[in-house]
């Protein structure tokens, strides 16, 4: 793994957040915020005081057991945590029907928003009878507990209903991201070995419909995979092609099974969900998560990072189901809750670029959590967009995905919060499976830009090359010192990778990839991924894995990928060719050349992974044993002087890239 913790350390500007450690703006919880908060600082020392007594304490209250646990951590397996290992439950039971049985079946529990205008009202007891159903017609279609299931659907109820059906069944889910290719789809069908896709005729998408099923049968056309069957949802009314035999429609088999099931009791640590993230090589890498944990960890930090108060906020997380926040902070930690919440379809400016702000004026939402670059976005389109609509409701504001930068959060706090919402600027992956590192609204004293300290109950600190904790006012690297319930257990198939990965570069310490920095405070600082993982909107990108997609073109002899700092996506894909002498791009002019790779890419990954830019270059930086030299094109692909060049095995290639891009083409 190369790391550039220099790059990234020594210039605070990188990542887009500037002049971090003057920042000296300070917003204190007002007295009417503290006086209502769920979490008070004595949580901090109860937690400390014994931190498995403190998560025992979250399980029990927060969590319905059907055989409650007696044991708490079991550590003796590290890496690999065991939580509350001999307790029993069932996730969709926490979700859904332990509410209807307390009375508050009436609930709201989602209020969907279509991308169209068209919405439907589900009630938690509406809920528990639509998974029912899903879990009954899983079973039908011959899905047992243990068995994976690929979900493959743009954020509609059914999405929903159907990742609570198989946590129902016991049957891990695996949700594949709408906006990706047949191609990742189909090597994540493979590495889970799933026995069924979950898909729709399409989703609505900048006004128009959206196809998806088409990727899946692209996705299992490529070779033999475990699937029997394809479930598929009616929701565009598009065309598709049908497998006779395979394919089946949600409303034939769905709509008229038995709304009654009994939800299936599993351990503890039976494995809830695989999510496929990007890692530093080229494969996606299958996190998967356990049951008892993580739901734990899910509803703590929900209640108490957003300060949920279920009976009356309205809370929405613009999340799509397809990343870690749509699992943690859209079906598992709100549901769990019990809370009321806002799902919507559709793109921001879809029909116009206050379809967020209408929103919230619409269902009167208390709370909104969302990424830095939605932010970004919507301050470039002005702020006269937001001011038009009534965002009075909104109480609690949260952050995730990347870095703040000081200025977007003071936008966030002033326009959309009114100066008075808290912001919490929450820190974590999809490896943790929630929340780690965030102010806590009723306690802490935020700052512009900082995430600034990990929630009761979790260990975090900045270490040097060697381990050794930083100073205060010094840089690092971000490790988890202790383990917590919702930690991943392992990546899908590959126990060694995850030891590798996570464990290997400080002994005993869990490595997230990200550089950090403590403030004189003590506070930490979030500084970007320190490894070759980009994150482009808050996504998480691969560079080998672009370069692989790069290579797999005709034209293309070699590639290499940076992640360039942008205004409005935090970081963007800069790809470097080395295109081949014999390729066939013929009289294509550069700018051709650009917009094949840009959309060869998208069709090998996915639209996000698309770069902003393609240069034909002659040669590329690489250092005597032959590793390239990626730091040096991000310098160039940000238009700075380019840094110490002195470890390539030759020289002169810098000054030929640069000569290269100067010349007009
Ligand atoms: O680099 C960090 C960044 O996102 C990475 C995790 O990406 P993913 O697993 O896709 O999960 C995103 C949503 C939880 C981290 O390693 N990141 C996430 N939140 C923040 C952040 N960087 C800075 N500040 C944050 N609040």
Same mark, same amino acid.
């Given at each position: 793994m190369s790391l550039h913790l220099e790059a990234c350390v020594s210039d605070p500007t990188a990542g887009g957040l500037e002049n971090l450690l003057s920042e000296d703006r300070r917003f204190p919880p007002s007295a009417e915020f503290v006086a209502q908060a769920n979490a008070t600082a004595d949580l901090y020392s109860w937690a400390n005081a014994d931190r498995p007594a403190f998560w025992a304490e979250q399980a029990r209250d927060l969590i319905s057991w059907s055989t409650p646990f007696q044991e708490v951590l079991d550590w003796s397996q590290a890496p690999v945590a065991r939580w509350f290992a001999d307790g029993r439950l069932n996730a969709a039971y926490n979700a859904v029907d332990r509410h209807v049985e307390k009375g508050r079946g009436d609930r709201v529990a989602l209020h969907f928003e279509g991308e169209g205008g068209d919405t439907r009202t589900i009630t938690y007891a509406d809920l528990q009878r639509e998974v029912s159903k899903a879990a009954n017609a899983l079973t039908a279609l011959g899905v047992g507990t243990g068995d994976r299931v690929a979900i493959y659907l743009p954020l509609i109820p059914e999405a929903v209903f159907t990742m609570l059906a198989c946590a129902r069944i016991g049957a891990p889910h695996s949700v594949v991201f709408g906006g990706f290719s047949a191609e990742a789809l189909h090597s994540r069908i493979l590495d889970a070995e799933a026995t069924l896709v979950v898909t729709a005729d399409g989703g609505f998408r900048r006004g128009a419909p959206s196809a998806l099923k088409p990727a899946v049968d692209e996705a299992l056309a490529k070779g033999p995979t475990s699937v029997e069957h394809v479930l598929v949802v009616k929701r565009t009314g598009q065309d598709v092609e049908w497998t006779e035999g395979r394919d089946v429609w949600w409303s034939d088999v769905v709509d008229p099974a038995s709304d009654q099931h009994t939800p299936v009791e599993v351990d503890a640590e039976h494995p809830l969900f695989i999510l496929y993230t990007s890692g530093t090589t080229g494969k996606p890498k299958g996190i998967f998560h356990t049951t008892g944990g993580y739901l734990t960890q899910a509803a703590y930090t929900h209640l108490n990072v957003f300060d949920l108060k279920p009976e009356t906020d309205v809370y929405w997380c613009t999340a799509d189901i397809g990343w870690i926040t749509g699992h943690t902070y859209v079906v598992y930690g709100p549901l769990v809750n019990g809370a009321t919440q806002v799902i919507y379809e559709g793109t921001p400016d879809t029909p116009h670029r206050g379809r967020w702000w209408e929103i919230i004026a619409k269902y009167g939402v208390t709370i909104l959590y969302t990424a830095p670059t939605a932010i970004r976005t919507c301050m470039k389109w002005g702020e006269e967009i937001p001011g038009q609509f009534d965002l009075s409701s909104l109480r609690v504001l949260g952050s995730v995905g990347e870095p703040i930068n000081p200025e977007a959060w003071m936008w966030y706090r002033r326009v959309i919060g009114g100066d008075k919402a808290p912001i919490v600027d929450t820190w974590w992956q999809t490896e943790t499976g929630a929340i780690m590192i965030s102010p806590l609204p009723g306690v802490t004293e935020t700052k512009p830009g900082s995430a600034q300290v990990p929630l009761p109950g979790i260990a975090a600190d900045v270490v040097d090359d060697d381990a050794h904790p930083v100073p205060n006012g010094a840089g690092g690297y971000l490790v988890l010192t202790e383990p917590w319930p919702a930690m991943l257990r392992g990546i899908w198939g590959d126990e060694e990778r995850y030891k590798d990965t996570y464990w290997s570069r400080f002994r005993g310490l869990y490595f997230a990839g990200d550089g950090a920095k403590k403030d004189d405070d003590g506070d930490i600082w979030l500084l970007g991924r320190v490894d070759d993982v980009m994150n482009v909107s808050g996504h998480r990108l691969s560079t080998t894995e672009i370069e692989s997609a790069l290579v797999s073109? @005709?034209? $293309?002899?070699e590639a290499a990928v940076v992640g360039a700092t942008d205004d409005t996506t935090g970081q963007a894909v800069v790809a470097f060719v080395i295109l081949r002498g014999d390729a066939g791009v013929g009289e294509s002019s550069p700018d051709e050349v650009q917009l094949e790779l840009r959309n060869h890419v998208a069709k090998e990954i =996915? @639209?996000?992974?698309? @770069?902003?830019q393609v240069l034909v270059v002659q040669e590329l930086p690489k250092t005597r044993s032959g590793k390239i030299m990626r730091r040096l094109l991000r310098d160039v692909a940000e238009h700075r /002087? $380019? =840094? %110490?060049?002195?470890?390539? /095995? %030759? &020289? &002169?290639v810098m000054d030929l890239i640069a000569q290269g891009l100067s010349t007009p083409s």
């Open positions: 073109h @005709p034209w $293309v002899a =996915g @639209p996000i992974a698309k @770069p902003r /002087a $380019v =840094g %110490d060049a002195t470890t390539l /095995a %030759d &020289s &002169s």
